[in-house]
């Protein structure tokens, strides 16, 4: 069983370990962390780098604020934003139009839970890669299991991931960005995104 943290469309190298884990669980009895994947992704936007963050709020009456507590921030236009930017990016990639129609349905459902947001967004890739990757929650919080993959949800990990590079929209501009959002490499690739996903090789550091 691979232990993974539900992120919003998790980087390349997260879903590299993704599809060469037989079986997956996610964590959700964790405490929640400032700084990572959990609620923000980056895309290749027409100035480089972007980042898409989902604002959230806590429960007031607990110290330790659980990562499937955590709630959306309310009165907010982040999905708006967010695929606006999205389809901005990614227009004009090859296989944009493939997939938008199943995207904006994710953008335009009301969500209470952060966690109900990284979990219908693991579910588009399962979908949309025909992954049929089955997943379970977990229970209780464990200190050291086998096949922790949980580090990978924080922005500050540098995995080593061996990767093979693919074109992006923007490269002319700002040359090659590394393990951005699975999104990127799904617009550019498409259907050939699981032949790039088996050549990944992740090890943690």
């Not at 089955?134 to 096949?147: A, I, M, R, V």
């Not at 050939?192 to 550091?205: A, G």
């Amino acid at each position: 069983m691979a232990l993974f943290i539900p992120t919003y469309f998790s980087p390349i190298s997260q879903y590299g370990a993704i599809f060469n884990s037989k079986t997956l669980e996610f964590e959700v009895e964790d405490n929640f962390q400032k700084q990572t994947y959990r609620n923000r992704c980056y895309i290749y936007g027409a100035n480089g780098k972007q980042s898409l963050n989902i604002p959230v709020s806590y429960p007031k009456t607990e110290d330790r604020k659980k990562t499937k507590d955590v709630f959306v921030e309310e009165n907010s236009n982040w999905q708006k934003q967010h695929y606006k930017s999205i389809k901005t990016a990614y227009n004009s990639s090859p296989f944009f139009e493939f997939y938008k129609d199943d995207l904006m349905r994710l953008f335009e459902k009301k969500y209470k839970y952060l966690l109900d947001v990284t979990i219908d967004s693991f579910l588009f890739l399962n979908d949309a890669l025909e992954l049929q990757k089955e997943y379970s929650l977990t229970q209780e919080y464990e200190d050291s299991p086998s096949n922790d993959f949980r580090n990978m949800a924080s922005v500050k990990a540098h995995p080593k991931c061996i990767t093979e590079k693919y074109f992006q929209v923007f490269e002319d501009k700002f040359g090659y960005l590394d393990n951005l959002s699975i999104l990127d490499l799904l617009f550019m690739e498409g259907p050939n995104t699981i032949s790039y996903l088996e050549k990944v090789s992740v090890t943690l550091e």
